[in-house]
């Protein structure tokens, strides 16, 4: 029994289609490789699926450019002519563009202004007013951001001295070495008593008593 005749047309399924494409795309660079090597021709394949994937079947004694170049000189056409005068062109227009905004810089720092006339000065003023007032707003967003930064420091700073002063009025009813004092020498004096002077001040009044010539001694 022989095998059907397969209608030629697009298969709608995408993975049927995707499937067919892989396998068929395998054997054609299956038959590529054997012309080359059965009969020493150059040839080269470039494939895109639906899917934009690429697949690029040379022969291993030639390069794409070279086939590219050899096709030219076969046919007689310059494939890169055009191309070239388009990015010639693209280069000319970016050159245009470059050197435009170039002398609109230097206009607005006050340079190259004898070619303007009355309408041009007007313009150029319109827009040296337009782009300071941009500035000024992003200027202010940016000190916008700062101020409200800082404000947030300083209400964090404000919450941990109230959290310390909160704990310091607890320990101070714990232990009175801890309060706060409203002169500075009392601080000073509650400071050296807290690091010990106590001890120090004990001490010395056992050795002041201990040494009856020592009875004019007075503690400052």
């Given at each position: 029994m022989g095998r059907g005749k397969i209608e030629i047309r697009k298969i709608e399924n995408s993975t049927n289609r995707q499937v067919t494409y892989s396998k068929r795309r395998n054997g054609i660079f299956k038959k590529a490789h054997e012309l080359s090597v059965l009969c020493d021709a150059k040839v080269s394949l470039i494939m895109l699926s639906d899917t934009k994937k690429f697949h690029e079947y040379t022969s291993p004694s030639i390069t794409t450019k070279k086939v590219m170049d050899d096709y030219q000189s076969a046919v007689g056409?310059?494939?890169?002519?055009?191309?070239?005068?388009?990015?010639?062109?693209?280069?000319r227009r970016l050159k245009e563009t470059n050197n435009k905004l170039r002398r609109d810089i230097r206009q607005r720092m006050g340079e190259d202004l004898n070619d303007l006339n009355w309408d041009n000065m007007c313009r150029l003023q319109e827009k040296i007013v337009d782009s300071l007032?941009?500035?000024?707003?992003?200027?202010?967003?940016?000190?916008?951001?700062?101020?409200?930064?800082?404000?947030?420091?300083?209400?964090?700073?404000?919450?941990?001295?109230?959290?310390?002063?909160?704990?310091?009025?607890?320990r101070s009813c714990e232990d009175?070495?801890?309060?706060?004092?409203?002169?500075?020498?009392?601080?000073?004096?509650?400071?050296?008593?807290?690091?010990?002077?106590?001890?120090?001040?004990y001490a010395l009044r056992l050795q002041y008593s201990s040494h009856p010539n020592l009875q004019d001694l007075r503690l400052a």
């Open positions: 056409v310059d494939l890169w002519s055009t191309h070239y005068e388009k990015m010639q062109e693209n280069l007032a941009i500035i000024r707003h992003r200027k202010y967003h940016v000190i916008k951001n700062q101020t409200d930064t800082y404000k947030k420091k300083v209400r964090n700073l404000k919450e941990r001295h109230g959290n310390l002063l909160y704990e310091l009025e607890a009175p070495k801890y309060g706060i004092v409203d002169n500075a020498r009392d601080y000073n004096s509650a400071l050296a008593l807290a690091d010990g002077g106590l001890s120090n001040l």
